[in-house]
């Protein structure tokens, strides 16, 4: 009832100050905008791949290094993730211990268009097995996946994106036709619709980019091998080995992702890998007893996937939004320190304190609602930029929902912290020595 | 000049005084470790690299047919070196700050490899010509002959079988320190072993690859002839040239093969990509100082207009008495004077606190004592600069006012 006329008194105050009122909408739409740009690249970048799920997709992680090694396996497994060697990969992807696994690397892949005088170009490619697809929720626009026999069988099989089918076929169904990758021929088995995980989690221990429009081509890796596919990242561990037999070679350069039924399957897991890595230092092809399982949340923060200078940009921006709000306590302080007289006249007229504060924090919340659609501006114009920078996940950075609402409950937070100062120094006014004076 | 009326006046407004105070020292805490980070930033981008960068163009190829590659990549080196404007071309496995690295680690004998912290070092194989097509400048030693180059292969462990290696000045100092590198012998793996030949300026990495800014200048060059897996081509030619060679290099290549595919660019391009994201920090980090310098400086303008506002009547008395315009001016100045120093101070603390944690949670190190004064006069500096308005306008009021009713 009485908020209309607050509303009213603060309009006018408003008008009577225009400068003093523009510099403290200004300051907060600033402070508000650049903390809403950071947050959103930072919601972004430590986002939920995977949100249906993400609780039940573990990285199992292995020292394969020599005997003679003397990394910690803590600082390892940081910088190695779920990589490992070829054979550890594939017998832990055959004991089929988890509801489904995959093993996979990342390869560029020569695509050759058969349409006379366009060029080959390279894209982003996948070699991994039939199990990929269903585990990490890729659904398809045309056909399927492989089979695990097609795996085994070293088919020449191939799934690839929905943007190369457009722009290879014109988005028709190519189902079936035969697609020249790595100059080799490989039959369509199926076309996905849009996937592109944010983060690109599976890549991140694989070397390849962290965000973006998702991988075009997806090949079975043991065909792949058998083409002599070059893959992204080959970290070998004893110098005299031969890369032309990455099957047997003492190479990190596959990664392993296991799907459990309930996430409460980890530890069961976890002892199955412990046990199988025992029984290989027994034989003597491993030398070193450490696991590690983590979920696909957790092994995104070891990996640290978010990079530090997007956190430190968003602390930036919050203590910058910290001396916005100090600003504005000021400069509300100010105004209505000069308003004291008008005070007295309210109060003397029957205000209670509590009305006088009432009316105070409305003309503050006022002052955040403007900062807040000011601040939106400068987010938007934020945003834009960021999208014109070269950064890869540049292209992905939009307001969303949430951050929409983000932003108006951070501008009347920020704005009503800014009032409380004011607001109390406004309701403890003596009428009386205000009236004398008049 | 008597500061102790300003403590008097002060004292009657603390809450506003505090305010003023609180964001000077937020502004100085937030500007000081801003300014050291934009620092650091631009130190990295400035990171020395001695070869020719701005005279150096990459055409890089790949998809080469394996069966015709050793052929293949003679006839682009010749076909590169007749354009006009070159003056070297070499194939090279991948360039400085390229992002594609081969790396390995390094002993100084048999018994240390693989058993203790071996320096891990990026290789950089190079066919005849490499050191003069990237410009590479040479301290100690000499380069490959081209025996070298001719019986250098690529073994199946991806290593040349030559025997011989040219390290950077870094390389040189972190394997042998105080000693002459030239004659000493590497091992890579219980088997591979080179002979140093010569020692060149500090080249940079392909990335800085974990290791970060220390191990930056780890980079070896060894001789190797045509194969397959050495499908970057580095043209040199005059700055002036290099567009030019780009757009035709990458022609003519495909024209030779259609097959293939072909990407150009000039060096400075790749250390643009690479430096990229750090320069954007650069500049959100330097836009966001000037903005928030900008808050506070509207910020102390408000505040000290407002206490002018309020204080009319005792200026007027003051100016009545006898107090000129200089002495309200410096009244005011000396005032926003104290309240920067104090805000200054718990600035200071405030700038030392951000950087520990900052020195605990990410790759920080310590802020150089010299930033400090250095912000501290650019508040002070901002401080008088935006109390000068309203301290003219108290200036400008005229003795009457100290006769009328307020």
Redesign the interface.
């Known amino acids: 009832m009485m908020f209309g006329y607050y509303l009213d008194l603060a309009l006018r105050s408003f008008k009577r100050n225009r400068v ?1 009122t523009a ?1 403290m909408v ?2 907060l739409g ?2 508000i905008g ?1 903390s809403i740009t950071t947050l959103t690249v930072l919601k972004l970048l430590s986002g939920d791949p995977l949100p249906q799920k993400s609780a039940r997709i573990f990285a199992p992680e292995l020292d394969p290094l ?1 005997a ?3 990394t910690p396996a803590e600082k390892l497994f940081q ?1 190695w993730g779920n990589l490992m060697t070829y054979t550890d990969a594939m017998s832990l992807l055959h004991a089929h211990k988890g509801e489904r696994q995959a093993v996979m690397a990342l390869a ?1 892949s ?1 695509v ?1 268009p058969q349409v006379p005088g366009r ?4 894209s982003d490619g996948v070699v991994t097995t039939s199990d990929f697809f269903s585990m990490f929720d890729a659904s398809f626009q045309y056909g399927s996946g492989w089979s695990a026999e097609d795996d085994e069988n070293r088919a020449h099989v191939v799934v690839i994106a929905g943007f190369l089918n457009d722009k290879l076929f014109g988005g028709a169904n190519s189902v079936g036709r035969i697609l020249r990758v790595n ?1 080799h021929d490989y039959r369509i088995a199926g076309v996905l619709k849009s996937w592109a995980p944010q983060p690109r989690f599976y890549a991140v221990s694989l070397g390849g980019h962290g965000y973006g429009n998702g991988d075009a081509v997806f090949l079975p890796l043991q065909s792949a091998l058998a083409d ?1 596919v070059n893959t992204q990242t080959v970290n ?9 037999h990455l099957e047997t070679a003492p190479c990190a350069w596959v990664s392993l992702w296991v799907e459990l039924a309930h996430a409460s399957d980890a530890p069961a897991y976890k002892t199955f890998l412990a046990n199988y890595v025992h029984q290989q230092i027994e034989l003597g092809r491993l030398h070193h007893p450490e696991v590690e399982l983590l979920d696909l949340m957790g092994y995104l923060a070891q990996q640290q996937v978010v ?3 997007v ?3 968003t602390g ?2 919050f ?2 939004l ?3 709000v ?2 504005t ?3 509300l ?3 209505c ?2 308003r004291s007289r008008e005070i007295g006249v309210r109060r003397a007229l029957g205000a209670t304190r509590a009305a006088v504060f009432a009316q105070f924090m409305v003309e503050s919340g006022m002052v955040g609602i403007a900062g807040g659609v000011l601040g939106l501006i400068f987010a938007e114009l934020g945003l834009w930029a960021i999208r014109h ?3 890869e996940y540049a292209s992905l950075a939009h307001l969303d929902v949430s951050m929409f609402v983000a932003t108006f409950v951070i501008a009347l937070i920020a704005s009503l912290v800014a009032g409380l ?1 004011p607001a109390w ?1 406004a309701c403890v006014v003596a009428p009386a020595p205000q009236l004398k ?1 008049v | 000049m008597d500061i102790q009326p300003i403590f008097a006046a002060l004292r009657k407004h603390k ?2 005084a505090a ?2 105070v ?2 000077i020292a ?2 100085c ?2 500007l000081c470790n ?1 300014v050291f ?1 934009i620092g650091q930033r631009i130190g990295e981008i400035h990171v020395s690299n001695a070869i020719d960068e701005n005279g150096i163009v990459d055409i890089g190829v ?2 080469i ?2 069966k015709t590659a050793n052929a293949d990549i003679l006839r682009y080196l010749v076909t590169l070196r007749q354009m006009p404007g070159v003056t070297a071309v070499a194939a090279v496995n991948s360039l400085p700050l390229a992002n594609n690295s081969w790396n ?2 390094v002993a100084t004998s048999p018994s240390d ?5 071996t320096p891990n070092v990026a290789e950089y194989l190079l066919t005849q010509g490499g050191p003069e097509a990237l410009g590479l400048r040479l301290l100690q030693g000499r380069f490959f002959n081209g025996d070298e180059y001719a019986d250098s292969k690529l073994s ?4 040349p079988t030559g025997h011989v290696v040219v390290v950077t000045k870094s390389v040189a100092a972190r394997l042998w320190p105080d000693q002459n590198p030239l004659g000493k012998q590497i091992w ?5 072993t080179f002979t140093v030949v010569g020692v060149v300026a500090n080249v940079l990495r392909p990335d800085a690859s ?1 290791g970060g800014a220390a191990h930056f200048h780890w980079s070896m060059f060894f001789p190797i002839s045509p194969e397959l897996a050495i499908q970057e081509f580095v043209v040199r030619s005059a700055p002036q040239d290099r567009d030019r060679i780009v757009r035709d290099g990458v022609q003519k290549l ?1 024209a030779l093969s ?4 072909v990407k150009g660019q000039t060096f400075s391009d790749i250390r643009g ?1 690479y430096f ?2 750090t320069r ?2 650069v500049w ?2 330097i836009l ?1 100082c000037v ?2 310098l900008a ?2 400086a ?2 102390i303008v ?2 000290t ?3 002018v ?2 204080r009319r009547r005792q200026i007027g008395i003051r100016r009545a008495v006898g107090a000129t315009r200089a002495h309200i001016m410096q009244y005011f100045q000396t005032e926003n004077f104290l309240l920067s120093s104090a805000g200054v101070v718990i600035g200071m603390i405030l700038a030392f606190g951000i950087n520990l944690y ?1 020195m605990q949670h ?2 920080t190190t310590r802020l150089p004592w010299y930033y400090l004064p250095v912000s501290a006069i650019a508040l002070w500096v901002l401080g008088q600069l935006a109390v000068l308005g309203p301290a003219l306008r108290a200036a400008n009021v005229p003795p009457v006012v100290a006769t009328r009713d ?1």
């Open positions: 003093l510099l200004l300051a600033l402070g650049a020599t003679a090694s003397t910088r560029s020569k050759t060029h080959p170009f390279f100059d002599k070998c561990f004893d110098a005299d080995v031969d890369i032309n990079p530090d200078d956190r430190m940009q930036l921006a203590g910058f910290l001396i916005c100090v600003n306590v000021g400069l302080l100010a105004k320190l000069r920078q070269p950064a100062l120094r004076s | 809450i506003p305010l003023i609180l964001e937020l502004a805490a937030v801003a980070m790949q998809g047919d394996p390995t680690s490899v693989s058993t203790k912290d199946d462990s991806y290593l890579v793996g219980k088997t591979n974990g495909e259609p097959s293939v595919v990509k990229a994201n954007s920090m959100m980090l966001v903005v928030m808050v506070t509207f910020g408000g505040l207009s407002f206490w506002g309020q900052l990410y790759q307020a």
